[in-house]
């Protein structure tokens, strides 16, 4: 449960991902009110010790749905205390989508956490397998 | 990729709604169903009160009633100066907000009224209304605000309400069901687009709504948030 599970995604620091994906990693502090760095690819270097419950970062595993674009990078560690809100910005900007196109997150797929909710706690509520798994839909809402 | 269109029948509305009325009552979370007199239909029903920093976005955390009871006993106190209590009204006010959800025979969507007053009961006008709605969403609403949140006349209470435009929510809606229908996963439509779209106007829906389902099969059985 503490471990952070092997995946095809490459373990490689933040700038060798940048190229490889041809995209800029955004600068995560221009989420509201997170001065934080943006998420890391999970299973870089120095993300997890062994305690599980003490883990700062969780992994998250992010799906598209529907006709949204899928993110190269799927599997994220991403701070307890980062909001979805701040996640949602972090897809818009990784998927470079306007800031006035949106884009929801989904738990269980059947669940939008409202945009202060912890990803801590969903990952405490919502998580298995060593990981939190979310969806994720660019989509209106309302119009 | 093929969506299919998840139209939703008012019978089916009722059957998401009960489900959803009694977790509510599980969990006190104050929504109860009312029927119009004359008319056959019925309606969620929530009243809940919000404490705004006017500087800041809305206080969406759990303290909510805490902040109230401290607003509440601040503004009861008699002893405060004039100038004490024009410090006190600039920056925190208390938003006293009603949620409807009905059933749209003509969108075939649940659609979301509401409204608004202070505790003075001055309403709140359409464009403080806009100027509530959560930041993150600020954006897309400026782009259309007109597209967004308007003023209608309630259809069962005939009185004015502002509405949150629906034509979208059959095509989200599609997105996820297609998506979630896979897993043959239970969604409650309700709880799926009310946790989608209440935010945006200050209507939050605690954590344990995702498990409202006829199977329950992951441990958000414990949230007990």
């Known amino acids: 449960m503490a471990e952070v599970e092997e995946h095809p995604v490459p373990a490689s620091p933040q700038s060798e991902e940048r190229s490889e994906a041809g995209e800029e990693a955004p600068d995560g502090g221009a989420a509201a009110g997170a001065a934080d760095a943006p998420p890391r690819p999970a299973g870089s270097p120095g993300t997890e010790e062994n305690a599980g419950d003490m883990k700062k970062k969780i992994d998250v595993l992010l799906k598209a749905v529907g006709d949204t674009p899928i993110m190269k990078t799927k599997k994220w560690a991403v701070e ?38 912890e990803v801590g706690t969903l990952y405490e509520c919502f998580g298995s397998d060593g990981k939190l798994v979310l969806h994720y839909c660019k989509t209106q809402a309302w119009g | 990729m093929c969506e299919e269109d998840f139209f939703l029948e008012e019978k089916r509305f009722k059957q998401y709604c009960e489900e959803f009325i009694k977790h509510s009552q599980e969990i006190g979370d104050g929504w109860e169903w009312r029927t119009s007199k004359d008319l056959g239909d019925g309606y969620l029903s929530k009243t809940q009160f919000q404490v705004r920093n006017r500087s800041i976005p809305p206080d969406l955390k759990e303290k909510r009633s805490d902040n109230i009871e401290q607003a509440l006993s601040t503004h009861a106190e008699g002893s405060l100066d004039d100038s004490q209590v024009a410090g006190v009204c600039a920056t925190e006010e208390v938003i006293r907000y009603e949620y409807h959800v009905l059933y749209s025979s003509s969108y075939q969507v649940p659609v979301l009224y509401f409204r ?36 209608q006349e309630h259809p069962l209470l005939g009185q004015p309400f502002f509405v949150l435009h629906p034509c979208q929510t059959n095509e ?37 709504y995702a498990a409202v389902a006829p199977e329950q099969n992951t441990n958000a059985d414990a949230v007990e948030r």
């Open chain 1, 80 to 117: 307890r205390t980062r909001t979805i809100q701040s996640l949602v910005d972090f897809i818009k900007k990784f998927l470079k989508l306007m800031a006035s196109e949106q884009l929801f997150i989904y738990v269980n797929q059947s669940f939008a956490p409202s945009p202060d909710q």
């Open chain 2, 116 to 151: 608004a007053c202070f505790l003075d009961g001055r309403p709140l006008t359409l464009n403080e209304m806009w100027r509530s709605v959560h930041a993150c969403y600020q954006d897309r609403l400026q782009e259309g605000p007109w597209d967004t949140i308007t003023q």
């Open chain 2, 172 to 208: 989200f809606i599609s997105s996820i069901l297609t998506s979630s229908r896979k897993y043959n996963r239970h969604t409650n439509y309700i709880v799926l687009w009310l946790s989608t779209v209440g935010p945006v106007v200050g209507l939050n829906l605690p954590l344990s």
